[in-house]
């Protein structure tokens, strides 16, 4: 899920998990099977998971010095067209969590027509670490 190498973390794309890592979700099509704000809202929850993982994989959080990109990758329905409001659940946790100046990060999200799992959402980005 995350490669460490030489300052930088890559988190490669990510599903909500439970405690024990198991995939929980979020499933469906996001504008069909569920509506903005709640793909929003499990953004927001996969963010907690790549948190998680980041801290698992690198000790401490505080090791983070900067966030430098999110992608996010939203099952969408035909038409829909909200999927950089959907990662704004992910943005505004990683901004609450480390703050504007190490939080602030580049991001980019698309829609796609399925995802591994029936995935409604995957989110994947690279943060720099401190030694």
Not at 26 to 37: E, L, N, S
Not at 102 to 120: E, N
């Amino acid at each position: 899920f995350i490669n460490v190498r030489e300052g930088r973390a890559l988190i490669s794309g990510h599903p909500r998990a439970d405690a024990d890592g198991h995939v929980c979700g979020p499933f469906g099509i996001v504008g069909a099977d569920m509506t903005t704000d709640e793909a929003m809202a499990e953004a927001r929850g996969v963010g907690l998971t790549i948190l998680a993982n980041l801290k698992a994989e690198i000790g401490e959080l505080s090791r983070v010095t900067g966030w430098v990109r999110v992608f996010g990758m939203v099952n969408s329905a035909p038409g829909y067209t909200e999927q950089h409001v959907v990662l704004n659940g992910m943005s505004d946790l990683i901004v609450e969590v480390f703050g504007p100046e190490i939080g602030r990060h580049a991001r980019s999200a698309i829609g796609v027509a399925g995802l591994p799992m029936g995935l409604a959402l995957e989110i994947e980005g690279e943060v720099l670490i401190a030694p």
